[in-house]
């Protein structure tokens, strides 16, 4: 895995859904021509200036299914930093999977940093 | 996978190109054998690529079209070797950044470079006969896009992404330019098949009308293949 084939996720998220799209992506499903997208990290952070919190969700191929979910809780205007490695990921979205979040509260910055296998 | 440097000739080395007359029951090939007398590097890094959109998506793939200086079918062919150089060979690899793209060959234009034996001929986008950045590094490009081009040779590419994202992909294509003499007899020719000379098959031995130089054409010689040896 090079730096090259890297790419971030960058988003606000907020009591809406929204799709986790790499930028320059057109998509947050995993491409169906490849195994899985591994993140390495995640960076949160509350804007709302009120407690958050921000869950992950990854939904089946047809995109409505949700297949599991996760929660990152953040206190007013904090700034949650999860980093790995590139070989050691934290979260693995198989291919044709959806990457989505929401949050509890207004609106969180959220940056994703992984590569698709 | 040999990096492209391994591949390439020394000054003094000889190799012969092999070229398909028939490959139906007796295979007969035109072999054309040569000394390099001069290597000259070719770099060339390509910048001008089309941007092409995500995996899935329409405009993820190209045409096939020749390389030019200003995009894929746009400006000179950077690869076209002018009249006044018969004896003028291009041999290289194609380095490709990032690794997600694929690049799928032809040459001469309209016979695809394939692996398969499929009866459809390969198209930009298939699972099939392409290499990446992956198995062709940019910085260092790898056999597997070994290619060979001389005058009367053309060479055009098709591209396609395999990513999650748009890219503006680069290639870089590494490996030398040969000034060549041409050895004159078929004996000439046979002596080399007995060391083992280098034979290069440009674009494979199946049949495919291609064109040579005026001047390669009086020292070509007709060979089954179970005489190249």
């Keep these: ?117 | 996978m040999k990096p492209i440097s391994e591949v390439l000739l020394r000054e003094g080395e000889d190799f012969v190109i092999a070229l398909p007359i028939t490959t139906r029951r007796t295979t007969e090939i035109a072999l054309a054998g040569f000394r390099v007398l001069r290597k000259h590097p070719l770099v060339y890094t390509w910048t001008s690529a089309p941007t092409l959109e995500p995996y899935g998506s329409e405009d993820a793939t190209t045409d096939f079209n020749y390389i030019g200086e200003n995009g894929l079918g746009e400006g000179d062919d950077i690869f076209e070797i002018p009249e006044e150089y018969p004896w003028r060979i291009y041999h290289f690899g194609i380095g490709i950044r990032p690794s997600d793209i694929a690049v799928y060959r032809a040459f001469p234009a309209g016979y695809t470079a394939e692996g398969f034996a499929f009866k459809v001929p390969v198209k930009p986008g298939d699972k099939r006969d392409f290499f990446t950045g992956a198995e062709s590094p940019y910085d260092n490009p790898t056999s597997i896009s070994e290619t060979v081009v001389f005058y009367k040779m053309s060479f055009t590419i098709a591209l396609a992404n395999f990513g999650a994202q748009a890219v503006k992909p680069t290639l870089k294509f590494l490996g030398a330019a040969y000034d060549v003499a041409m050895y004159r007899s078929k004996a000439d020719l046979e002596t080399l098949l007995s060391r083992n000379v280098r034979v290069i098959t440009v674009g494979g031995l199946r049949e495919f009308p291609w064109s040579i130089p005026e001047e390669w054409k009086p020292n070509v010689f007709r060979f089954k293949f179970h005489e190249v040896r």
């Design chain 1, 1 to 117: 895995m090079k730096p090259e084939n890297t790419f971030e996720i960058i988003a606000t998220v907020g009591t809406s859904e929204a799709n986790l799209t790499p930028v320059h992506g057109s998509s947050s499903q995993v491409p169906t021509n490849k195994f899985a997208r591994k993140i390495y990290a995640i960076i949160a952070t509350d804007t709302s200036g009120s407690a958050n919190t921000l869950t992950i969700r990854v939904y089946q191929s047809d995109g409505s299914t949700l297949d599991r979910s996760f929660d990152i809780k953040l206190s007013a205007n904090e700034t949650k930093t999860i980093i790995s490695k590139p070989d050691a990921p934290i979260l693995t979205v198989y291919a044709g999977e959806y990457l989505k979040a929401i949050a509890s509260g207004a609106s969180v910055s959220l940056v994703m940093v992984g590569y698709d296998l």
